[in-house]
């Protein structure tokens, strides 16, 4: 110890001998010691999109100093790394670095600070340590003199270029992949059935593995049973899944919507780990449609009549039990207003009769009456048809003489009374 703290003051004696050159506080430095590591975890997964924190200290401390009234001080320390630009390549590792180098400003002696920069993991990484180089570029005050009269101090500064070498492990895992994408029943406003075709083309052993769909953004389709058990699901074997869906009655006819899956295991550390997501695309059905093609019913102002009505199933799928209803409204009232129509495939029509009371106040005029349809889809599910107008032309009631079968007996009956009274005559 006094052996460190001679020298330390023959130093200061010879420095203050040239105290021209260090004006100011007289600093004892080596300058910046950059370090750096990842902050949390460095293992990733194949397939990950993530993102890598490193945390960058500055370990250069100040060993001592010399304050003295007659010198300048200085702007700046020797051990501050200044205007640092940081970059991470990944050098040979299967991965891609999305970030470009950043400038992180300065960097004091005894502080850290974070840079982060977006990396994808390759699918079909394999499992293993590699090593990603981060590049440091930085300057540092190297060195300071005053000229003669000590009235200004000029600076002069050194670049320097540092690489570490940070680790990141890559571990092995399970990777779904999707074979084959079929589909039952599932058209738009019903429930269906989906089921897929799946490959485990990772390297771990799934063990009481989960398989879970989900709904992607805004997507129509929506998983109403989600996930699938999945006992053992070894490396290169396949499996089948099947789930139940439901398509809202928003989604277009013909079109395909993303849905997620994913897969929860054991792997061989007995640690509970979830694959990336996978998307895909359903293809959706048509919705089933009814559109009403009879012509419209005739009818006079007071009748009570039973009509017919003709409906088609326009729409892209089978129905079952299906049972019209017309609803009557002023100047209709109707005794019977259901009709049961049955089973009805794509493009099959069927006829339903309903019974069907004008008022005798009703306008003489063609009326348009609400009808719908209430059916089974294939999965038993009660569902209503789109309301479908029935129209009806209503006229005036004809007249006692405009009916030929009254008409035929008025002149049967006038061509009876005047044979009669011919005959009278002719008796006379």
Not at 416 to 426: D, E, M, N, S, T
Request: proline share 5%; aromatic share 8%.
């Amino acid at each position: 110890m006094k052996s460190r703290t001679i020298i330390f003051f023959i130093g200061c004696a010879l420095l203050a001998m040239v105290a021209p050159v260090w004006a100011g506080t007289l600093y004892f430095s080596g300058g910046p010691d950059l370090g750096g590591a990842i902050a949390g975890t460095n293992e990733f997964f194949p397939g990950a999109v993530t993102s890598i924190t490193v945390v960058l200290e500055n370990r250069g401390l100040i060993d001592a100093k010399i304050v003295r009234p007659d010198l300048i001080s200085r702007d700046e320390l020797p051990n501050t790394a200044k205007l640092i630009r940081v970059g991470l390549s990944a050098s040979g590792a299967p991965l891609i670095v999305k970030s470009d180098p950043q400038m992180i400003g300065d960097l004091s002696g005894g502080s850290s600070k974070t840079v982060t920069f977006d990396v994808k993991i390759d699918e079909n990484a394999m499992a293993g340590q590699f090593t990603l180089p981060l590049k440091i570029e930085y300057t540092y005050l190297y060195f300071a003199e005053t000229d003669e009269k000590g009235e200004f101090i000029q600076y002069y500064y050194k670049d320097v270029e540092k690489v570490l070498n940070l680790i990141v492990n890559i571990k092995s895992t399970a990777r779904l992949e999707v074979l084959q994408v079929t589909t039952d029943h599932l058209n738009v406003g019903t429930e269906g059935y989906l089921t897929l075709s799946l490959r485990n083309s990772g390297s771990v052993d799934a063990k009481k593995g989960v398989l879970r769909i989900s709904r992607n953004g805004n997507s129509p389709v929506i998983p109403t049973d989600s996930s699938v058990y999945v006992d053992t699901f070894p490396p290169g074997n396949t499996t089948t899944a099947r789930f139940k869906l439901s398509v809202s009655s928003s989604a277009e006819s013909g079109q395909t919507y993303p849905v997620d899956l994913v897969l929860t295991y054991k792997d061989s550390e007995g640690t509970m780990t979830t694959t990336e997501t996978v998307t895909f695309g359903v293809a959706v059905g048509g919705k089933v449609d009814f559109t009403v093609i009879s012509p419209p019913p005739q009818m006079a102002i007071g009748e009570k009549k039973v009509i017919e009505v003709e409906y088609r199933n326009t729409g892209a799928a089978k129905v079952f039990n299906a049972q019209a209803r017309l609803s009557a409204v002023d100047p209709f009232t109707s005794g019977d207003d259901t009709a049961f129509l049955g089973d009805m495939a794509p493009g099959e029509s069927k006829v339903a009769a309903f019974e069907v009371n004008v008022d005798s106040g009703a306008t003489a005029k063609e009326y348009g009456l609400d009808s719908e349809i209430r059916y089974r889809d294939a999965l038993d599910n009660s569902l209503i048809s789109d309301t479908m107008k029935v129209k009806i032309s209503v006229s005036e009631r004809p007249g006692i003489l405009s009916n030929p079968v009254i008409l035929l007996v008025i002149v049967m009956a006038a061509l009876g009374i005047a044979f009669g009274v011919i005959r009278l005559r002719k008796r006379a």
